[in-house]
């Protein structure tokens, strides 16, 4: 995927990530008796999920982009869980969920172009 793809990819992803927060908050808000439940979540899901749509349906989406749109749904969801599991660690251990988020947010960022370490060898040798 090109640097130009991911510029204009950019909004999918962030949508997708907030739509992963929102879906995660909105589950615990439900389950988890020490998160309390909130309506926020729910509208901003909605509104989140309703704009991945209508950008779906208004261009086509180019090679990659689903699959890493998919991988910034999880990073927002194991995020909002490590972070949820910060502040109340009598809910357990968050590691699972920060490696799981860090090795998703490192493949993005190796699919996007923004660790591209073969652009800067290529500068350097020149």
């Given at each position: 995927?090109?640097?130009?793809?991911?510029?204009?990819?950019?909004?999918?992803?962030?949508?997708?990530?907030?739509?992963?927060?929102?879906?995660?908050?909105?589950?615990?808000?439900?389950?988890?008796?020490?998160?309390?439940?909130?309506?926020?979540?729910?509208?901003?899901?909605?509104?989140?999920?309703?704009?991945?749509?209508?950008?779906?349906?208004?261009?086509?989406?180019?090679?990659g982009?689903?699959?890493?749109?998919?991988?910034?749904?999880?990073?927002?969801?194991?995020?909002?869980?490590?972070?949820?599991?910060?502040?109340?660690?009598?809910?357990?251990?968050?590691?699972?969920?920060?490696?799981?988020t860090?090795?998703?947010?490192?493949?993005?960022?190796?699919?996007?172009?923004?660790?591209?370490?073969?652009?800067?060898?290529?500068?350097?040798?020149?």
């Amino acid at each position: 995927m090109t640097k130009e793809h991911v510029k204009t990819e950019r909004k999918t992803l962030i949508l997708a990530l907030v739509a992963g927060v929102c879906g995660n908050a909105m589950l615990a808000g439900l389950t988890v008796s020490q998160v309390a439940f909130s309506i926020f979540p729910v509208i901003a899901m909605v509104l989140a999920v309703q704009s991945l749509y209508q950008e779906y349906l208004r261009k086509p989406m180019p090679e990659g982009t689903p699959l890493m749109s998919l991988a910034c749904f999880f990073v927002g969801a194991f995020g909002y869980s490590a972070f949820v599991r910060m502040l109340n660690p009598e809910m357990g251990s968050n590691y699972f969920s920060i490696i799981i988020t860090m090795s998703l947010l490192l493949w993005v960022a190796v699919k996007a172009g923004i660790l591209d370490t073969s652009s800067e060898k290529d500068a350097a040798t020149e």
